[in-house]
């Protein structure tokens, strides 16, 4: 009997619901099933910028080239291994550049971020702006129907830039945009989405996945396809499978990322054979809580007047470091001295300057103090009494640093240094646009915590995004992109942008893949 879809794909983020799309548009019978009542998954609460090298609408700002794309990615990531094989980086940098294209040619409209650069641009191949696009806004009635069944975004995200727009948005930006533009493509060009319909079961015969089982209304709905895409995300909130394979301590709770992906393709596809790689991994970013979320840090830490230190009250890492390189020193530290959490130490200039968490700059909530999201102090002795740190480490780290600061130089970690660095921070009013001396009372703190913006390890995959078995040979019928995949980049992140580039190639991959070929 014939399949009933040529590809059912699980999962409605940008991956899943890119992969449909493409799919589709050649032709195939598409089903996209989300656990969700929502679609859009982490992608939608995204800062939505895509790294994707080489593309189309970077020509004025940087020259740019497969063959540098590759570099580039050879000279950061290093040796090959399993899951950063030859073959998948080659994959990377030569689909790239088509994807962009792809997408601005259905209707996926982009731009470059001007100013961004990759994280090493010093690197061979590295670039100083032009391969991180963003999409355009979208109006969500655009949608039709599937207006209501968007999963909201931040207003530019959690994880970034919170906006702190009034009353109730038309227009979708970030993350949501990339999402709404996606889902407008894949509803209008006849793709089937199920929402409120999680994936339980993988369905099999011998080796080869023929289908999936559905749970809808309470029952469970064999479904079978010629080929199963997994575009499940990651298992950044299940705080079992967090505790089995993150670093310790570790909480669900630091995570940015949708709290409907739960890792059950992980332990499906596992349960079938599947090889996995990485699961130690995520990408890092630090964050603090409040008002019962996790808040980025980024923009934060990386403006003058502020410091990090850990339980000795001594600093550690540059300030302005890269999240994923950021959320790992924390990690790293903690191996000597206690630095989960970790404190962000603001002085009163910060604080009536620069958004904190749910917090405007200027404006603290009472309530925020009482319950200990916030801590403040008149002096920076009292204020590491308050979070019961050492205070003499203390007041000797920020003697060292002021010194820095007033000169302009971080001889310690270098702050505010390098095309990178000076990307972000404060700019046209110093000379090192993030150093500025901590000093002026009252003083503030937060506790920051290593969170995540998804996990990072998942299923092994090969260039066309096959899931491996433990035995090395590819599981006939099975695809894994995105969250739900072993990233191409372990340990480390080539850009900001890095994991929804992947997520999108590895998707386009997996759609574009000809079995007979
Ligand atoms: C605040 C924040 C900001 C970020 N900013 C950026 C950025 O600017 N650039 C970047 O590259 N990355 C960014 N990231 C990371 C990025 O969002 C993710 O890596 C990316 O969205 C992953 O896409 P995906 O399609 O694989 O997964 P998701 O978008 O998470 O989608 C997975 C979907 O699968 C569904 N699902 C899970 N289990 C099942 C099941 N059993 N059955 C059916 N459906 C299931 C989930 O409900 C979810 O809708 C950010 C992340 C966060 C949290």
Known sequence: MAPDYDLVVVGAGAAGL?????????????????????????????????????NHLMAKLAPDSTTDAQTYLDAL?????????????SAYARTAAKLARWLTQSNVP???????????????????????????PLERRVLGEWAASLRPGEGGGRGGLRRFLPGRRTTQT?????????????????VELWLDSPVVGLLAEGNTVTGVVVRRASADHPVTATRVLLASGGFEANQ??????????????????????????????????AATSGLDDAWWIPVMRAEGSAWSLDEVRARPHCVIVDSAGDRFFDECA????????????????????????????????????????????????DAGEIVKAGSLNDLAQALGIDRAGLLGSMVRFNGFAGK??????????????????????????????????????VKVYPGDAGTKGGLLIDANSRVLGTDGAVVPGLYACGGAAASLFPGTSPAPGAALGAALVEAFLAATHRQDA
Do not use: C, M
């Open 77 to 89: 990531l290093g040796p090959t291994t399993a899951a950063s094989s030859a073959e998948r980086r």
């Open 408 to 445: 302009g130089k971080d001889l310690d970690f270098s702050r505010g240094e390098g095309v990178w660095k000076g990307s972000a921070g404060e700019h046209g009013k110093r000379r090192n646009p993030s150093l500025g001396k901590v000093d002026k009372s009252p003083f503030w703190a």
């Open 110 to 136: 982009l731009a470059a971020v001007k100013g961004l650069p990759d994280h090493r641009p010093d690197l061979p191949g590295g670039k100083p702006q032009g391969r991180v696009l963003a999409t355009s």
């Open 322 to 369: 890269p999240a994923n390189a950021a959320g790992r020193a924390l990690y790293e530290r903690s191996r000597g001295v206690r630095a989960v959490p970790s404190y962000l130490v603001l002085d009163n200039r910060h604080r009536q300057t620069v958004p904190l968490g749910p917090w405007p700059a200027g404006s603290t909530p009472r309530k925020a103090l």
């Open 174 to 190: 970030a993350g949501e945009a990339l999402a709404g533009h996606l889902l407008h493509r894949a509803t209008a060009n006849g």
């Open 240 to 273: 079992g499978l967090r505790e089995e394979y993150l670093p310790l301590p570790t909480d669900a709770a630091w995570s940015t990322s949708a709290a409907s992906n739960v890792g059950e393709l992980l332990n499906l596809a596992i349960a079938h054979g």
């Open 18 to 54: 890119l992969a449909a799309v493409a799919a589709r548009r050649l032709g195939n019978t598409v089903l996209v099933v989300e656990a969700d009542h929502l679609a859009g998954g982490s992608t939608a609460v995204s800062d939505g910028q895509l790294w994707l090298p080489a």
